[in-house]
């Protein structure tokens, strides 16, 4: 059985779903790209404040999970662990984390063309209506219960 969506939860899924369609929806709203710049690392910025709370009450509650449950930290069990152990997990992070950010990007330079091919043709609002669905799927993902939801095992 999972657990309600706490109001705070809520509220960041809330904001997260439309700072994300406004954030891909500045191609109709603003025509300078310097200000779209801005516009959206301001977007950014907002989604990555607003994310620190919740983060934080995460962070608490797996420490006393782990004090809980297991008498070292997460620091202590890496002290443990082989330097190439180390070094082969820190290579992976970051083919990992490169990847990530290369289909980003790939991604949102697909919605921004393919935005742009809809508005030449006259589409209306042609960027935003992606950007509905992305904020929509940005919502929802920000509803999944996180690790730290579920009550403790007794």
Do not use: C, N
Request: net charge positive; no cysteine; glycine share 10%.
């Amino acid at each position: 059985m999972t657990a309600a969506p706490t109001p705070a939860r809520i509220a960041i899924a809330l904001l997260t779903g439309v700072a994300t369609t406004a954030y891909y929806a500045t191609p109709d709203l603003i025509r300078s790209r310097t200000a779209r710049g801005w516009t959206k690392a301001g977007i950014a910025a907002l989604l990555t404040a607003s994310s620190i709370p919740e983060f934080r009450r995460g962070r608490a509650a797996a420490r006393e999970r782990w004090e809980r449950e297991e008498s070292r930290t997460p620091a202590q069990l890496l002290a443990e662990v082989p330097a190439s152990r180390k070094a082969a997990g820190a290579g992976a992070a970051a083919l990992l984390l490169g990847g990530s950010v290369a289909l980003t990007v790939a991604g949102e330079r697909w919605m921004y063309r393919r935005g742009e091919r809809r508005a030449a043709v006259g589409v209306a609002w042609a960027h935003t209506r992606g950007g509905v669905l992305a904020g929509l799927l940005a919502g929802a993902l920000a509803l999944i219960p996180a690790d730290t939801d579920r009550p403790p095992a007794v």
